[in-house]
């Protein structure tokens, strides 16, 4: 449902008429009625529909601004909910516009998405105005398209990969260089889209997942409730690193992946319980991040959300693993399968090396895991020892950190 001129059904304060004056041929005139362009007139529009349907919203009613949404488990119950909301309109004496009014529908557009009982739609506009699109051939054609695949990025799995030509053309100066490249991606993104997958709404208080994945210049996660024992996507998102994030280590580069999800999907940090799946150890790096100022930064900032790190093993559903396995830089690729595939060839490696001068004694710990990331430590000692006494000792640490992290062989 859509008020009819909404903002103009709330009068405005006696005594604050006056500050809405203009000037006109015919005189001076002033608002009686609360005119659009106002600073607070959206927070206040909000305020009266959130005072309204106080009772329902959340329970058979959403309600955005002038959106206004009501919702019924079943189809019995969708004229008693009808008919609670219509007593409210009539009470305040708020108005409809018709015209933009829809009863008794299983799905329909609500703040540019496409909502049913299933879950959450790309706008089908939206997609045949892009599947109508032609090829780029200005710098305006880019950013038009950029701007369209911006509002529906959290439909595109690894969107920033998927849209990475793009960005290059339009680095390359004031015009655009449309190139093969840029034309596999956008044919690309056109095929993906007609597909796109449908994102489910997580249910009041229930655990999420997510998934994270990172390549030379971006950063990825999937948001993911499971359902019947099915993982459904519940938002993407994406990252271009910026030139100095893309010489963080591979471990920074998931750290900043999880930190990024989760300042874009806060609301569901806080209401959610997060299992976080990867392959690298993030809740060692995180819980000691000396190495880092950066990580100590990142690990303040998530220790307000209830966040679980587990290993990453099978992928449930197919959306995730497209999700794991599209866009990911060969190389990295490779390794990752080599690590699946042949785990135990690759073991935890420890490097120690110990040394004793006057001034006392000391040792350096150098860790790597089976998926290639390196956690340094250095020792100093309290007590006086030889060179050989500080490579045992050295050695003794490094087992210790091992067995913490849970290494099985070194």
Same mark, same amino acid.
């Given at each position: 449902?859509?008020?009819?001129?909404?903002?103009?059904?709330?009068?405005?304060?006696?005594?604050?008429?006056?500050?809405?004056?203009?000037?006109?041929?015919?005189?001076?005139?002033?608002?009686?009625?609360?005119?659009?362009?106002?600073?607070?007139?959206?927070?206040?529009?909000?305020?009266?529909?959130?005072?309204?349907?106080?009772?329902?919203?959340?329970?058979?009613?959403?309600?955005?601004?002038?959106?206004?949404?009501?919702?019924?488990?079943?189809?019995?119950?969708?004229?008693?909910?009808?008919?609670?909301?219509?007593?409210?309109?009539?009470?305040?004496?708020?108005?409809?516009?018709?015209?933009?009014?829809?009863?008794?529908?299983?799905?329909?557009?609500?703040?540019?998405?496409?909502?049913?009982?299933?879950?959450?739609?790309?706008?089908?506009?939206?997609?045949?105005?892009?599947?109508?699109?032609?090829?780029?051939?200005?710098?305006?054609?880019?950013?038009?398209?950029?701007?369209?695949?911006?509002?529906?990025?959290?439909?595109?799995?690894?969107?920033?990969?998927? %849209?990475?030509?793009? +960005?290059? &053309? !339009? #680095?390359?100066?004031? $015009?655009?260089?449309?190139?093969?490249? %840029?034309?596999?991606? +956008?044919? &690309? !993104? #056109?095929?993906?889209? $007609?597909?796109?997958?449908?994102?489910?709404?997580?249910?009041?208080?229930?655990? !999420?997942?997510?998934?994270?994945?990172?390549?030379?210049?971006?950063?990825?996660?999937?948001?993911?409730?499971?359902?019947?024992?099915?993982?459904?996507?519940?938002?993407?998102?994406?990252?271009?690193?910026?030139?100095?994030?893309?010489?963080?280590?591979?471990?920074?580069?998931?750290?900043?992946?999880?930190?990024?999800?989760?300042?874009?999907?806060?609301?569901?940090?806080?209401?959610?319980?997060?299992?976080?799946?990867?392959?690298?150890?993030?809740?060692?790096?995180?819980?000691?991040?000396?190495?880092?100022?950066?990580?100590?930064?990142?690990?303040?900032?998530?220790?307000?959300?209830?966040?679980?790190?587990?290993?990453?093993?099978?992928?449930?559903?197919?959306?995730?693993?497209?999700?794991?396995?599209?866009?990911?830089?060969?190389?990295?690729?490779?390794?990752?399968?080599?690590?699946?595939?042949?785990?135990?060839?690759?073991?935890?490696?420890?490097?120690?090396?110990?040394?004793?001068?006057?001034?006392?004694?000391?040792?350096?710990?150098?860790?790597?895991?089976?998926?290639?990331?390196?956690?340094?430590?250095?020792?100093?000692?309290?007590?006086?020892?030889?060179?050989?006494?500080?490579?045992?000792?050295?050695?003794?640490?490094?087992?210790?950190?091992?067995?913490?992290?849970?290494?099985?062989?070194?």
């Amino acid at each position: 449902m859509d008020a009819y001129s909404g903002y103009n059904q709330i009068k405005m304060h006696k005594p604050d008429e006056e500050k809405t004056a203009f000037t006109t041929d015919q005189g001076l005139y002033c608002y009686t009625v609360m005119p659009f362009g106002l600073k607070n007139a959206g927070a206040t529009y909000q305020r009266l529909v959130n005072k309204m349907f106080a009772r329902q919203i959340g329970r058979n009613m959403e309600v955005y601004v002038d959106d206004m949404l009501t919702k019924s488990v079943t189809a019995d119950r969708h004229a008693d909910d009808l008919r609670e909301t219509f007593d409210v309109l009539v009470k305040y004496g708020m108005k409809l516009n018709l015209v933009k009014c829809v009863f008794g529908v299983p799905s329909g557009r609500f703040l540019g998405y496409q909502v049913h009982q299933r879950g959450i739609e790309v706008n089908p506009e939206k997609i045949q105005a892009l599947a109508r699109m032609v090829s780029p051939k200005t710098l305006k054609d880019v950013q038009k398209l950029t701007g369209c695949l911006a509002s529906l990025s959290r439909f595109i799995a690894k969107s920033t990969d998927r %849209c990475l030509p793009f +960005f290059k &053309a !339009l #680095k390359k100066g004031k $015009g655009i260089e449309w190139n093969e490249d %840029c034309e596999k991606a +956008f044919q &690309a !993104l #056109k095929d993906y889209l $007609g597909r796109a997958p449908l994102l489910s709404k997580p249910e009041t208080a229930e655990t !999420l997942y997510m998934y994270l994945s990172v390549s030379e210049a971006t950063t990825s996660s999937v948001l993911v409730r499971q359902e019947d024992g099915i993982q459904k996507p519940v938002y993407y998102t994406s990252k271009a690193l910026l030139p100095a994030e893309t010489r963080y280590s591979p471990a920074e580069k998931m750290a900043l992946a999880l930190i990024t999800a989760a300042r874009k999907l806060r609301p569901y940090f806080q209401a959610h319980r997060i299992r976080v799946y990867t392959n690298c150890p993030l809740k060692l790096i995180l819980q000691k991040p000396e190495v880092s100022g950066r990580l100590t930064k990142w690990a303040i900032e998530l220790s307000e959300f209830d966040v679980e790190y587990l290993p990453r093993t099978a992928i449930k559903a197919q959306a995730v693993a497209d999700f794991i396995a599209e866009f990911t830089e060969p190389s990295i690729e490779v390794a990752r399968m080599m690590v699946e595939q042949n785990k135990k060839i690759f073991k935890w490696q420890l490097r120690v090396d110990g040394s004793s001068n006057t001034h006392g004694s000391g040792a350096g710990v150098v860790l790597t895991t089976p998926e290639g990331d390196s956690i340094e430590c250095a020792l100093r000692f309290d007590f006086k020892a030889t060179n050989n006494q500080a490579e045992y000792e050295a050695l003794i640490a490094g087992l210790k950190i091992s067995t913490v992290l849970g290494a099985d062989e070194v």
